[in-house]
């Protein structure tokens, strides 16, 4: 492969330091075998929760260590959200890149403080947000410092607790000359409407191919050992225990995609 791939993959939020051990040693060698480059992804705290109910996290510098504890170990990348700007720093000391969540992807200040970090910073495109804003968005970060910026599609509202992704946002994003992510999880869910926000993860394996086909730098995948049991997102995390075979499909498709390019 000329051109390497990226691979943001994890839990949706840090539970314990078990299960972040149990899915980092089930992606690595998966990662490896496809040659995508990894990048660990959990949250060490969720700021944004449907309901005032929804499990935000163990403790962020506990959560922290943890990533860092078992990324470290396994010689792996790390990344995690952020949500306000005192966070950037905190949150840098134990990880290799920040992530900008869609519905902050405007924040000024979050994202000057992100890139004054001189980490990667991924942003997420607003579901809001028309795709060739988000040039502007990675500019402020690009411009604080950040050594990288990426830009990750992950669906735009339609209507009431539904998204849809249009793909023609990854080619106009592309425009911008950074890589671009699409995040093959939460485009597929169905925001709010309950105490967690649904989702229709039998639709993820055909939209990520999809993304494929378009030409993509990365994509992310949250996934966890028990969906249905995981404290976020849990009706769009893949089953960990399935995420082999999706990620060689994917590999199989790129080397397809590359050979046309």
């Given at each position: 492969?000329?051109?390497?791939?990226?691979?943001?993959?994890?839990?949706?939020?840090?539970?314990?330091?078990?299960?972040?051990?149990?899915?980092?040693?089930?992606?690595?060698?998966?990662?490896?075998?496809?040659?995508?480059?990894?990048?660990?992804?959990?949250?060490?705290?969720?700021?944004?929760?449907?309901?005032?109910?929804?499990?935000?996290?163990?403790?962020?510098?506990?959560?922290?260590?943890?990533?860092?504890?078992?990324?470290?170990?396994?010689?792996?990348?790390?990344?995690?959200?952020?949500?306000?700007?005192?966070?950037?720093?905190?949150?840098?000391?134990?990880?290799d890149?920040?992530?900008?969540?869609?519905?902050?992807?405007?924040?000024?200040?979050?994202?000057q403080?992100?890139?004054?970090?001189?980490?990667?910073?991924?942003?997420?495109?607003?579901?809001?947000?028309?795709?060739?804003?988000?040039?502007?968005?990675?500019?402020?970060?690009?411009?604080?410092?950040?050594?990288q910026?990426?830009?990750?599609?992950?669906?735009?509202?339609?209507?009431?607790?539904?998204?849809?992704?249009?793909?023609?946002?990854?080619?106009?994003?592309r425009?911008?000359?950074?890589?671009?992510?699409?995040?093959?999880?939460?485009?597929?869910?169905?925001?709010?409407?309950?105490?967690?926000?649904?989702?229709?993860?039998?639709?993820i394996?055909?939209?990520?191919?999809?993304?494929?086909?378009?030409?993509?730098?990365?994509?992310?995948?949250?996934?966890?050992?028990?969906?249905?049991?995981?404290?976020?997102?849990?009706?769009?995390?893949?089953?960990?225990?399935?995420?082999?075979?999706?990620?060689?499909?994917?590999?199989?498709?790129?080397?397809?995609?590359?050979?046309?390019?």
């Amino acid at each position: 492969m000329n051109k390497s791939f990226t691979l943001i993959a994890g839990p949706c939020v840090i539970e314990s330091k078990d299960l972040l051990s149990e899915v980092l040693e089930t992606l690595l060698p998966i990662a490896k075998e496809c040659e995508f480059d990894l990048i660990f992804k959990s949250s060490y705290r969720k700021a944004n929760r449907t309901s005032i109910n929804g499990f935000t996290g163990i403790g962020d510098i506990e959560a922290l260590e943890y990533l860092r504890d078992i990324s470290t170990l396994h010689g792996v990348k790390s990344i995690t959200d952020i949500h306000e700007s005192h966070e950037a720093s905190m949150a840098a000391d134990f990880v290799d890149a920040l992530q900008i969540p869609a519905f902050l992807c405007r924040q000024t200040e979050l994202l000057q403080a992100a890139g004054a970090t001189g980490k990667i910073v991924n942003i997420k495109k607003g579901q809001f947000l028309a795709p060739d804003d988000m040039g502007k968005q990675a500019e402020k970060s690009l411009k604080a410092g950040a050594s990288q910026v990426w830009l990750t599609e992950r669906g735009s509202t339609f209507g009431y607790h539904d998204l849809v992704v249009d793909f023609r946002s990854l080619l106009i994003m592309r425009e911008t000359g950074l890589p671009i992510i699409y995040d093959a999880t939460h485009s597929l869910q169905l925001p709010g409407g309950g105490e967690q926000s649904g989702g229709l993860r039998q639709y993820i394996k055909p939209l990520a191919r999809a993304a494929m086909s378009v030409g993509i730098d990365g994509i992310f995948i949250e996934t966890h050992p028990k969906p249905e049991k995981a404290m976020s997102d849990s009706a769009t995390q893949y089953p960990l225990s399935e995420i082999k075979d999706f990620l060689h499909e994917l590999a199989e498709l790129r080397h397809v995609i590359n050979s046309f390019t």
